[in-house]
């Protein structure tokens, strides 16, 4: 499928543009996929806002190429008045660690988060945008991975949607092996994908109720359902959002 880059001062009415290539030229030379991710995270949350009950409010949050601020870890000044509990505990502090791991770190994040206005911010749903740094190397996955458990153990409800087509690994099959040790999973082996997960209490036994859908370049993407921790259910129409973000970045199908 081809696609156009306008360059007139108005574009014409754009319905429900096709998943396009971000990842390999022409596209994604023209326009790089960090720009279009920023802005489709963006249009998302305004999305969300347009349609959350009152309450509730969306926000974008893009990082990428995240790195540990070595300083964060170094000896921290004693603090006045802590000198004697600085002493006594001196020889513990000044003995080796058992042992050292490698700390996996999540190195992009492109999300639209929403939050719960409950006397201040409560997160009870998250939309994640899988960037290429996300897909391509196993600790990378594993922090990805390890950051939609954390959100799902918290009963926050999570949607992942993965357009990124020149890495072969799958996050969400990644994800389901974590969930399930000891069963096969209904996995989807595709590079493309999107899925929601709606933490949910089964008894006294914690659940996942998974939506997945394989999704491939030249189709319309699908409306997902977003499950808010303790609320309503919310319908994220990534084919909406899509459309409208290739509008305002003058690309389309």
């Known amino acids: 499928m081809g696609f156009f880059l306008s360059g007139a001062r108005e574009l014409p009415i754009i319905t429900r543009v096709t998943l396009l290539d971000h990842f390999r030229p022409p596209l994604g030379v023209m326009r790089p996929w960090h720009g279009f991710h920023h802005a489709w995270a963006s249009v998302i949350s305004f999305d969300l806002n347009a349609r959350l009950p009152v309450g509730y409010f969306s926000s974008p949050n893009i990082q990428y190429g995240i790195e540990i601020d070595v300083a964060t870890f170094e000896d921290a000044p004693v603090l006045a008045g802590a000198e004697d509990t600085a002493r006594a505990?001196?020889?513990?502090?000044?003995?080796?660690?058992?042992?050292?791991?490698?700390?996996?770190?999540?190195?992009?994040?492109?999300?639209?988060?929403?939050?719960?206005?409950?006397?201040?911010?409560?997160?009870?749903?998250?939309?994640?945008?899988?960037?290429?740094?996300?897909?391509?190397?196993?600790?990378?996955?594993?922090?990805f991975v390890s950051k939609c458990l954390a959100y799902l153990g918290q009963g926050v409800g999570l949607v992942v949607v993965d357009v990124v087509s020149d890495r072969r690994a799958n996050l969400h099959d990644e994800l389901l092996a974590r969930l399930i040790a000891a069963e096969p999973a209904q996995t989807l082996g595709t590079p493309l994908y999107t899925a929601a997960y709606h933490p949910v209490g089964r008894g006294e036994t914690p659940a996942v109720e998974i939506w997945q859908q394989s999704i491939t370049v030249g189709s319309e993407l699908p409306a997902m359902p977003l499950f808010l921790r303790g609320g309503p259910r919310v319908a994220l129409d990534l084919a909406a959002t899509y459309t409208r973000t290739c509008r305002e970045q003058r690309i389309t199908g």
């Open 89 to 143: 505990t001196a020889a513990t502090f000044d003995r080796a660690p058992t042992q050292t791991l490698g700390l996996p770190v999540v190195t992009d994040i492109v999300e639209a988060l929403v939050f719960r206005d409950d006397g201040g911010p409560v997160l009870v749903g998250a939309v994640e945008l899988v960037s290429p740094a996300n897909k391509d190397r196993p600790e990378h996955r594993e922090a």
